[in-house]
RNA sequence: CGGGGCAUAGCGCAGGCUGGUAGCGCGUCUGCUUUGGGAGCAGAAGGUCGCAGGUUCGAAUCCUGCUGUCCCGACCA
C-alpha cells in the first residue's frame, strides 16, 4: 500500500476525552473515529488490523470444524420473549420498533436466533454435533460506554454456538473451543490468561474466560503463583483455613463506640488491627426478611457469591437504612449477631475467630469478646469474601496474585437453557427425544484490537505484534524528490517485497523524514527500512524494528530483509 | 439512574467573573526556501460560540429549559 493512498489521518494532540491509551493512540493512529457515546467508525487504517483479527479467528474457527453463518442483527421480539429474555435483558437491549408496530431489538447476543436456526433443519442424532460460528456487529446499550473501543456500545464479535446430543460432547467440543482460543491468542502474541469466571446472565454451568493482561483491564483476575489456579476475582474461591477455633477467653463485654461506624475508625478505638473486628452486612432475603452476613473486618463482599446464597434475593439487594432497623434496632455501623433472630452467614475466615469484636445492634456500641456457640447459635459458614492477594491457593499450591486484565473471551457450556426454551429437540439412536446441550463461545474481535495496544505501546505510540500490525514494513525515503536512485530503490523494493507476499507500506507522500518516522511508530509498523543515497551507494538499507533502540543495516535486496525480519 | 465536569474554526484550548469588532497553538491552502526525527518566511481560507427561550439598546459572556458528551458509582460479553 502506498501511504499516500491510505487517507492517513494521525494527529499529535492527544483527543481530549480520550482516557485510556488504547482509545488515545487509536484516534491518534486516525484508526477510528466517534460518531457518538459508544459509536466508532473503522477508517482504512483501522480495517487493517480489525481484518486481521478477523483472519485469524476465521482461520482458526474453521480449522476446529466450525461453520460459518450470518444471523441477523435486527431480530423479533417473539425469540426473546420465549426465553424470557425480553423480559430479564433490561434495558441493556436496543428495542424499536417496525410500521406495523412489530417489536424488535437490534441483537446483543444471539442464542436465540442461533437455536431457531437449528431447530428448523436439524431432526436427528446423525446432524450432530454441530457447531456454527459468525464475525458480527453487536449492540448493547451499555448504561456508560467508556474507554473507546474497550466498552462500546456497538463492537464486533465472533459469536460461536455448539449443539450436542449429550454434555460429553459438550465438553468435547468446549474444550476444542478452548484450544481455538488458545491458538488464536498464542498467533496475536499477546500475554493472556485463562480463568475460571461466573457464567452470569447468559446462565449455564461452566466457563472460562480469556484476559489479555494490562494494567488498565477492568477485571481482577486470581492466580497462583506457583499453581495452576487462575479465577475471575468474581468466582475465585476463598480457603476456609485448617486448625481448631481457640477456645473463649474474654467475657462477652459491650463498650461504648460513639460515632464510631466504619471499620478503620472501629479498630483505632479499640487499638486493634482490623481483622480483629467484624463486619456486618444486611441483604434482603427471599422471603422479604433480611439476612446478616457476617465478614472479617479487613475483609470485601463477593457480592455474586452472596447472591448465590440459599436464602439470599437475587439479584443481591442491600436492606436500606429502615428496614434495618426495623429488625436490628440499630443503623449500619452497629450491627451483628447478638441478640436478633436474623438468618446469620458467616465468611469462613470467622469460623476459627474467637473473642471477637462484633457491632451491639445498639447505635454507638459493640461488644469485645463474642465467641460463637457461646454468645450466639452457631452460624452456617460459607465462601462469602473476595479473595486477596497473599491468600492461600485454593489448589494448595503458592499463594494469589491479582492481575489485572481485558476480557477478550468466554467459553461456556450452556446446557440445555436454550434448546428447552425454544423447544429443539432431536431423535437419537433409539428415536427418543433428546434435547440438545448447547455451548456457545465469543470473543471481542474489535475490544482485542485495543486490548493489545494496551499491552503493547511506548512513548512513540503502537507497538503492535506482528500478526496485528496493519502493515508488517514500512519503506521510508529520504530526499525522494532530489534522488531518482531513491525513487527507484524504493519502487523497486515496493514491488519485489510485495511479490514475496509481504504486507508493505511504502511512504510515498513526500513529507519530511521527522513527520514520516513519527507516524511509522504511532501506527505501530514492526520493521523500518529507511532508502537514502548516502545507504544506496554502499549497496545498504538502514533497518530498524520497532522496539529497536539503534538503527542497523540490510542489504538492499529482497532476500537479505525477508531474513532480517523473519519472514526468510 | 445518582453525583461532577465540559460544549467557542478540522484538533487542542483561551475569552466568560466585569455584556460592546471572537482569539491563540496545531492542522489546512498558496508561493518561495528547505529535506535524516513532527522545517522557515510571506500570505490566505476557515466559527449561526451545542439548541431553544428570556433579560438587555446590545449576549460567546447573565438567567431558564433542553440536548450532546466525558469522568466517578451501580450495571455489564
Request: aromatic share 6%; proline share 5%.
Amino acid at each position: 500500500m502506498r501511504l499516500s493512498r491510505l487517507a492517513l489521518a494521525t494527529t499529535k494532540e492527544t483527543p481530549a476525552d480520550a482516557e485510556i491509551v488504547s482509545h488515545q493512540l487509536m484516534l491518534r493512529a486516525g484508526m477510528i473515529r466517534k460518531l457518538g457515546a459508544g459509536l466508532y467508525t473503522w477508517s482504512p487504517l483501522g480495517m487493517r488490523v480489525l481484518r486481521k483479527v478477523e483472519t485469524i479467528v476465521r482461520e482458526e474457527m474453521d480449522a476446529i470444524g466450525a461453520l460459518e453463518i450470518l444471523m441477523p442483527a435486527v431480530q423479533p421480539a417473539e425469540l426473546w420473549q420465549q426465553t424470557g429474555r425480553w423480559d430479564t435483558m433490561g434495558d441493556l437491549m436496543l428495542r424499536m420498533t417496525d410500521r406495523a408496530e412489530r417489536e424488535y431489538c437490534f441483537g446483543p447476543t444471539h442464542e436465540e436466533v442461533m437455536t431457531d436456526f437449528v431447530k428448523r433443519d436439524v431432526r436427528s442424532y446423525k446432524q450432530l454435533p454441530a457447531t456454527y460460528y459468525q464475525i458480527q456487529t453487536k449492540f448493547r446499550d451499555e448504561i456508560r460506554p467508556r474507554f473507546g473501543l474497550m466498552r462500546a456500545r456497538e463492537f464486533l464479535m465472533k459469536d460461536a454456538y455448539s449443539f450436542h446430543m449429550d454434555s460429553d460432547d459438550l465438553a468435547r467440543e468446549y474444550q476444542s473451543m478452548r484450544g481455538a482460543y488458545v491458538r488464536i491468542l498464542d498467533r496475536m502474541g499477546l500475554d493472556y490468561r485463562i480463568v475460571a469466571a461466573d457464567s452470569g446472565a447468559i446462565g449455564g454451568a461452566k466457563s472460562e474466560e480469556f484476559h489479555v493482561l494490562a494494567q488498565s483491564g477492568e477485571d481482577a483476575l486470581a492466580v497462583s503463583s506457583e499453581g495452576s489456579y487462575a479465577a475471575n476475582i468474581e468466582a475465585a474461591m476463598t480457603v476456609p483455613g485448617d486448625g481448631e477455633r481457640p477456645a473463649p477467653t474474654r467475657e462477652l463485654k459491650k463498650i461504648d463506640t460513639p460515632g464510631v461506624t466504619t471499620i478503620a475508625a472501629l479498630a483505632a478505638h479499640l487499638d486493634v488491627p482490623t481483622e480483629a473486628t467484624s463486619k456486618a452486612i444486611v441483604v434482603m432475603g427471599e422471603d422479604a426478611r433480611p439476612v446478616l452476613l457476617m465478614l472479617r473486618g479487613d475483609h470485601t463482599l463477593n457480592e455474586i457469591k452472596a447472591e448465590k446464597l440459599d436464602g439470599v434475593a437475587t439479584p443481591l439487594t442491600m436492606a436500606d437504612e429502615a428496614t434495618i432497623r426495623a429488625h436490628f434496632g440499630a443503623g449500619p455501623g452497629s450491627l451483628g449477631p447478638v441478640n436478633t433472630n436474623i438468618a446469620v452467614v458467616a465468611d469462613h475466615a470467622l469460623a476459627k475467630a474467637a473473642d471477637m469484636v462484633v457491632g451491639a445492634n445498639y447505635d454507638g456500641a459493640h461488644f469485645t469478646g463474642f465467641n460463637w456457640g457461646r454468645d450466639h447459635p452457631e452460624p452456617r459458614f460459607a465462601d462469602l469474601r473476595n479473595v486477596e492477594a497473599g491468600d492461600a491457593s485454593p489448589d494448595g499450591h503458592g499463594h494469589i496474585q491479582i492481575l489485572r486484565g481485558i476480557e477478550v473471551g468466554h467459553v461456556f457450556q450452556l446446557g440445555d437453557k436454550y434448546s428447552r426454551a425454544l423447544e429443539l429437540s432431536v431423535l437419537d439412536e433409539d428415536g427418543r427425544a433428546v434435547t440438545p446441550q448447547m455451548g456457545c463461545y465469543g470473543f471481542g474481535v474489535s475490544r482485542i484490537v485495543a486490548a493489545a495496544i494496551e499491552q503493547c505501546h511506548d512513548d512513540a505510540g503502537i507497538r503492535w505484534p506482528m500478526a496485528m500490525a496493519p502493515f508488517e514494513l514500512v519503506i521510508v525515503p529520504i530526499k525522494a524528490d532530489k534522488s531518482a536512485a531513491v525513487r527507484e530503490t524504493c519502487e523497486r523494493l515496493y514491488d519485489e517485497l510485495k511479490a514475496a507476499g509481504i504486507d508493505v507500506a511504502y511512504d510515498d507522500r513526500g513529507l519530511r523524514p521527522g513527520p514520516m518516522f513519527a507516524d511509522a511508530e504511532l501506527i505501530g509498523i514492526p520493521h523500518r527500512l529507511v532508502v537514502s543515497d548516502r545507504g544506496i551507494e554502499a549497496g545498504m538499507l538502514e533497518y530498524r524494528g520497532r522496539g529497536d533502540a539503534e538503527s542497523g543495516e540490510v542489504a538492499a535486496d529482497v532476500a537479505a530483509i525477508r531474513q532480517k525480519i523473519g519472514r526468510g
